[in-house]
């Protein structure tokens, strides 16, 4: 069994299929049906590391959480607690199924990646572009521009064993990068622009025990390319495309974090709710208080324009984080929890960053990819692409250090 799951064709499949959605009492996926189908079969053949079963004890009291909280203190419907249940549980069982096989055979990433390279064609995010007034240059920013995106990193990993490419391809990352900056595709702009940068700043910086320098650097740089490149070319109207026109609404547009606010303010809205009740949470799919917090998230978007109740989608409170969503449904233990996690991930990328090689930039990227999920992504994210690249990432970091331990005994 461990043989035919470890094969590119598979790898190529799930890829295919993890963004397929199959209603069957709530959104699940091809990919997910198939891996848990076969769960009686692989789960007890992998082999498991330390490392591995720490990541998975912090899914277990998440889901331990959840149940309290439903057992004890729920104000929804049965239903809805089940399937915050199921988001974490399912995020469990990808991590479990593709951390043993990436770390003893990393090669199959590129085949992954191919298969969501072409799903992307064919698995459309018509909400987002009908949200977005399905204008030209929003198809632009989420599927044309996010299928170049995945077409580099593809490229990447295939090519990965050329000396010349992994000298190449962070500077092809920065290029991609700031073309979605200048075509209003920030945010995918930014998870290679960001990593690529980072990237180069490590190269500088040799030794572990330094490596808050190249963070630093790294910062500085990103910082300087957002002051002095995008804000003047947003504000003179040389790019105009996306949500740029958040930045002119911005009182001091240089300051990254007030764009933040304005352009991810569903993502600290449920934050604000955990700190208005921290002890036990709101409860998942709780209605929002008198909307309480969609004013909030008005208030932070535009202050001018009054908030119409009539305006809102979802009656419940604004969620657009996995780590402020969770904090938000079940309080602070929950918010503990995966402060813990993130924590502990990125202790592994500070131990084990330098020991990378040749998969060094994609890692970075994965880092990066992780903490903007925690931060800024929907919480049924956890479900699939954040549980699934915090496998391949801690996959590789404990790869390549055995890799290295091996190369110096």
Known sequence: ??????????????????????????????????ILALSPFWLWQWRYDHTSKNIACFYVIMIVIQIIWAIYFSETDKMTQIKGIMVTFSGLLFFLFYYPIIRDKPSLLKWYIFGEFIASFFYIDMIAIREEGGEEEQIWKFQIFPRIVRLTIMLYLFSVNSKFINKTFPI?????????????????GLSLLTPSVFFIALQYVKRRTKIKYALFIGGIALYLIYSQFYVPRVLDGRITGG?????????????????LLIGRSDSFVPFYAFFDKPLTGWGLGTSDPDYKYHYLQQELVNQEDEFDVNNVVRE?????????????????????????????????????????????????????AIIWSFLFSPYPTLKTTLSINVAFLVALLISQKKLFELANE
Do not use: D
Not at 1 to 28: D, K, N, Q
Not at 244 to 254: A, D, G, S
Not at 333 to 356: S, V
């Open 1 to 34: 069994m461990r043989y035919i799951l470890s094969t590119p064709i598979v790898f190529f499949l799930l890829g295919i299929f993890v963004h397929a959605i199959v209603e069957f009492g709530g959104e699940i996926t091809p990919s997910f049906l198939f």
């Open 172 to 188: 092809i990352f920065v290029g991609v990068g700031l073309l979605g900056l200048l075509t209003g595709a920030r945010s995918a």
């Open 243 to 259: 949500n740029t026109e958040q930045l002119l609404k911005v009182e001091n547009p240089r300051n990254p974090f007030n764009l």
């Open 316 to 368: 419940t409170i604004p969620g657009h984080s996995v780590w402020g969503s969770y904090s938000c449904s079940y309080g602070i233990l929950m918010f503990i929890t995966i402060f813990l996690f993130i924590a502990y991930i990125f202790r592994l990328c500070y131990r084990y960053i330098y020991l990378t090689g040749k998969y060094k930039l994609y890692c970075i990227y994965l880092a990066y």
